[in-house]
């Protein structure tokens, strides 16, 4: 039987579980629990490994088929304990301390005559008698909606085991009656260790305990369900228990290993909450000498220190995360392009898609960005990682930026990257292959993108051969010829170098410009900073200074040739005498002017728009 998860691209978070998966696989020391003898028909080539997000997504490999809970659900019933009763009355019955004994030991703390704390199974049974509940009934079916709760969905019982447990657990009995001598249970000692059994054979998998401990990580909040499980306060209390005595004797090494909050269960199960981040659900039944998982202990170790999730890893952490996804069909790059390259980009642009991120990258926020790209139902050409404004990229972040990068190039996807600004994540980066194409900002990668899809489609961006005349000049398309004419005989012919500056900021106006040939750039001054941002890059066929020709004021732009330019100069004395002359022909190059900037306009809004949507 398995608990399979809904179907979805395999993506490199199921890629990583599944190489873990098949690496613990291969192990096969250790040897399946016996004293309950319902146990020991576990199959011992079972292992299946599941992982939660804190909303909700769950990633699985291996096999996930049904087991007892037993000692797994000690964390999680000590939770409903704390809300219920509150610390002080559960403390005065279980300590926090951890203790040297085995968890199944018939011992008290005697210092404090508590039992030591509530993952030892003396601890463990007073607790399970501490949730609300006038009866002993009302008290387990507290204890099976609560652990219900944390999973999402209601959990079955493993009548068999219970039997089987209550048949051959004279050892908890002897447990309970010390507790019972200290004061710590009632008379009804049966009754109680009943429950406890009962507790014990709720049925479970690997997805379960995956999902109930990212609610534990989610401040008590089931991420599936949305429910708050137990109060945010309580969380704190549990997750440390879990560090210290949560792998029985083993747990001080497995905090030095793994470095995650855990419980393991005699059944193969450890079920692991790395706090504000995920939940790990392990499953697989071959114990080692401290009755914890083999496959279990192995496979987090290993996804520890793959994706750096050990607690106390230091990191700086500030606002993280996708910050917008958009497509070039909604946001252009700033390149000036003759409307024939327009018509095919505004159809073929969706292709193109930048995600844009910030903040430090960690193992959830890069999940994010994976899960936008592989769930998205419309397919990209080429996708841009912008990385300007990330900080930091931490080991996991890493790891799966690079496995997403292999698979996207694996299906023909190209990728492009925004470098980062700070040095960490742009020294991290370097590993990321050399079919990773790179930029220095979002709008060059746009811009090389665009180029990209017109050549694919048999549109070449390079300069053209000879000069655009006067007639296919853009903003004069559609002018009547007496107009044109009229237009071409006062224009002059200016050639410009590469790296000329054509005009800059505060000039006075000196023409409207047709590009004949060539390409330029307009940019801007960056308020209280030495940079310079780029505007838009203007190719042959294309025109600017209008503005000025119209209303005579200086220039608020710098105009600066990106390669040898020729362009046909319409000079502001040339303009005035037109009017004068002609004033048809001056009319109608007014209303050419007018429609051309009210274009610009509306471009404008609709980028906009598009960012504010993104």
């Given amino acids: 039987m398995s608990d399979a998860a809904p179907s979805r691209t395999r993506g490199p978070i199921e890629t990583l579980l599944d190489e873990v998966w098949r690496e613990v696989s291969a192990n096969d020391e250790g040897t399946i629990a016996t004293y309950i003898p319902e146990l020991a028909k576990a199959d011992p080539a079972t292992c299946g490994i599941s992982l939660a997000t ?29 809300a219920d009763r509150g610390q002080e009355a559960v403390l005065e019955k279980v300590g926090v301390e951890p203790t040297g004994d085995p968890f199944n030991s018939i011992s008290l703390d005697d210092r404090s005559s508590r039992a030591f704390n509530p993952m030892v199974n003396a601890g463990a049974i007073v607790t399970s008698t501490l949730v609300s509940g006038q009866t002993r009934a009302e008290q387990f079916e507290r204890i099976h909606s609560g652990l219900s709760a944390f999973a999402g969905h209601e959990l079955a019982i493993d009548e068999d085991v219970f039997h089987s447990e209550r048949t051959t657990g004279d050892r908890n009995r002897a447990i309970a009656y010390l507790m019972r001598s200290a004061g710590l249970l009632d008379e009804d000692v049966d009754e109680q260790v009943e429950g406890y059994f009962r507790q014990c054979a709720v ?30 306060d309580v969380v704190a209390s549990v997750l440390t228990v879990m560090a210290t005595c949560g792998m029985y004797d083993y747990a001080g090494e497995w905090l030095y290993r793994v470095g995650i909050p855990a419980k393991s269960g005699v059944s193969g199960g450890v079920s692991a909450a790395l706090p504000g981040q995920l939940g790990l659900g392990l499953h697989s039944p071959l114990l080692d000498s401290n009755g914890n998982s083999v496959r279990g202990v192995v496979a987090a170790e290993l996804l520890s220190k793959r994706l750096g999730m050990h607690l106390l890893l230091p990191s700086e952490r500030t606002r993280s995360g996708l910050r917008r ?36 990258e960690g193992f959830a926020s890069t999940e994010l960005l994976i899960r936008a790209v592989l769930d998205d139902p419309r397919p990209a050409r080429w996708r841009v990682l912008d990385l300007r404004r990330v900080t930091r990229i931490d080991t996991a972040a890493a790891a799966l930026l690079l496995s997403l990068v292999d698979q996207l190039t694996a299906d023909g996807v190209v990728v492009g990257l925004v470098e980062p600004r700070t040095m960490q994540p742009r020294t991290t980066l370097r590993a990321l292959p050399d079919t990773v194409h790179r930029f220095a900002d979002a709008d060059a990668a746009l811009e090389w993108c665009e180029t990209e899809l017109l050549r694919e489609h048999g549109i070449e961006d390079d300069m053209l051969e000879g000069l655009v005349p006067l007639a296919a000049q853009e903003l004069l398309e559609g002018l009547p010829d007496f107009a044109v004419r009229a237009i071409e005989e006062r224009c002059t012919t200016r ?30 001054r960056i308020k209280n900073q030495s940079g310079r941002r780029r505007l838009s890059t203007i190719s042959a066929g294309s025109s600017f200074g209008e503005l000025a020709l119209v209303d005579g004021s200086t220039r608020s732009t710098r105009i600066v040739a990106l390669e040898p330019t020729i362009c046909h100069v319409l000079a502001p004395d040339a303009f005035a005498e037109l009017r004068r002359r002609d004033p048809a022909s001056a009319g109608e190059l007014v209303l050419a002017i007018s429609r051309s900037l009210s274009a610009r306009l509306r471009s404008s809004t609709a980028d906009v728009a598009a960012f504010e949507d993104s």
Wanted: without cysteine.
């Fill in 325 to 360: 996804t958009y497509r070039a069909d909604a946001i252009r790059s700033r390149r000036g392009r003759p409307r024939a390259h327009r018509a095919v980009l505004d159809v073929e642009a969706s292709a193109i898609v930048v995600h844009e991120l910030v903040g430090d």
């Fill in 495 to 524: 050639v410009i170098t590469a790296g000329a500056i054509v005009f800059d900021e505060g000039d006075e106006a000196d023409g409207l410009y047709f590009v004949g040939a060539g390409q330029v750039a307009a940019d801007v």
């Fill in 203 to 232: 049925l479970v998998t690997a997805r379960d305990l995956a999902v109930m401990a990212a609610t534990l990580a989610n401040s008590g909040i089931n991420p599936v369900t949305g429910e708050q499980v137990v109060p945010r």
């Fill in 54 to 82: 804190l909303d909700g997504q769950v990633y699985d490999a291996g096999v996930l088929v049904p087991f007892t809970i037993q000692s797994v659900s000690k964390p999680y019933v000590y939770a409903l304990a704390l």
